[in-house]
DNA sequence: CGCACACTTGAGTAATGTCAAAGAGTGTGG
DNA sequence: CCACACTCTTTGACATTACTCAAGTGTGCG
């Protein structure tokens, strides 16, 4: 872990004795949309922060509750999903350290999130959170940023979902994890596999056989090690690339 | 069509002699988001616009290009795509009147836009209309707001794309524009498909017969009278809506 | 009238899903 | 420390959905 950048937050509260928030030790923070807040801003924002941890497999948000939180994940691994009456799932997209959910169009939220592994999430009232977007105009630009980012990735994953192959589609997800995280010290890109099979299935509209299948090739040809079955070293992330955008 | 809502635009124009406006006349604009702009904030907005005509099946744009304009649909049927090397491609969307689009991440469109029908588009060079953004708070929110409805839209999509059978993504996409427009002055509901079969596939991710023989099957069980090819009535929208829901 | 284009329908195939069993990894309690 | 139990993963055999290729059937426009 790098130390964190300097920032005033923690001298502040020290100096003039205000209440200390989660957001003082967040290590996100550089991360997060909180970020472009700065001094005095940054602690409005922080003394509406409230944080929540959570074990892994745990319901964090249910589709169709009322919206009354906007969260920024601090530490931990998210899926925010939609799921068919019979069960069916489509993850939608797997959240990291820094990103944030809970900004619904209407009153309840529209997709439901679980934690993958253990989580820290750091939660802003939905009422309290509206007031400072109005009151800092560069939060609300920096929301907007975001959420525009969010679409141009919604837009690549229904490209993957309706057109791509399964080999295409497992590609892709090692090729965007890559993309990522630095895993491990090693020069050979790599990524650790926070969640199941069957999740990543669920995410890339496959099943779970099908995408164990997938990686066996992939490691049979040579694409691929598995360290552990979490744990994958990409040996060609040149191939895996060109896979996964449909050009091999 | 109904008579306009009443608003100033007109009537300003002509008192003060200011430069006339495509907006002057445009029939989109209660279903815009121009719409939350009042007054003069409104007419600067104007002042910015140009509009443009297309053909049907006209590139609008293309992806990669520089992201010079925001659009706003005024007439017509757009569809919004992304496509692999190979041609495969990926509706992403399709835009009616008062949908906008072109407000991508960075500084290049992420994705392509080609016209359906003869289409009216209103443009807005980006970095004027940015600035006004930031002058106009209550424009930035209507955007984000639309933005966001964009990304529960996604959502759904992605839903249908990964998880839902052809029947159900044909049902779904049946229920979604009987939604949209009542066609007609019939009270049966019912929808005018302006995309020929191959794009309505291309949306689902299915191949042209695919939807062509549900659309059929549907016709044979009674959900649906095909007053033409492109013309169908929704007999039974309360069976078509369980089956897009997944719940048959 | 006939050509062109889109749509429909049919027959066979391929990719992925389903069901089932065996293997691997992990943690717990004896 | 080992053995058992649990869960997740892998692999196999088979089923099914949707795709591919191909031949017809409208329908509108020149």
Redesign the interface.
């Known amino acids: 872990m790098a130390d964190p950048p300097a920032n005033d937050s923690i001298g502040l509260a020290a100096s003039f004795g205000r209440t200390p928030s989660p957001c003082d030790h967040c290590g996100a923070r550089a991360r997060s949309f909180c970020d472009v807040l700065k001094g005095q801003e940054f602690h409005q924002l922080a003394a509406i922060a409230l944080s929540r941890s959570f074990e892994p497999r745990q319901t964090i948000i249910q589709e169709g509750d009322p919206a009354d939180f906007l969260m920024n994940v601090t530490s931990g691994a998210v899926k925010i999903f939609?799921?068919?009456?019979?069960g069916?799932?489509?993850v939608?997209g797997f959240l990291g350290e820094g990103d944030f959910m809970g900004?619904?169009?209407g009153e309840g939220y529209?997709?439901s999130a679980e934690s993958v592994t253990a989580v820290e999430i750091c939660t802003f009232p939905r009422r309290s959170f509206e007031r400072l977007l109005?009151e800092f105009?560069s939060l609300?630009?920096r929301?907007?940023?975001l959420?525009?980012?969010?679409?141009?990735a919604?837009?690549?994953?229904?490209?993957l979902?309706?057109?791509?192959t399964a080999r295409e589609r497992v590609a892709s997800l090692l090729v965007q994890m890559a993309a990522k995280e630095h895993c491990g010290n090693v020069h050979k890109p790599c990524v650790k596999l926070a969640m199941t099979r069957a999740e990543m299935a669920?995410y890339?509209?496959l099943t779970m056989e099908t995408v164990s299948r997938t990686l066996s090739t992939f490691r049979r040809t040579g694409l691929i090690l598995a360290q552990s079955p979490d744990q994958l070293l990409l040996l060609r992330l040149d191939a895996l690339r060109r896979i996964a955008?449909?050009?091999d």
Do not use: C, W, Y
Not at 154 to 159: F, R
């Open positions: 939609r799921a068919l009456p019979d069916r799932t489509q939608v900004m619904p169009p529209t997709v109005k105009p609300e630009r929301l907007f940023e959420v525009s980012n969010e679409i141009a919604a837009h690549d994953h229904m490209l979902l309706g057109r791509k669920d890339l509209g955008a449909g050009a």
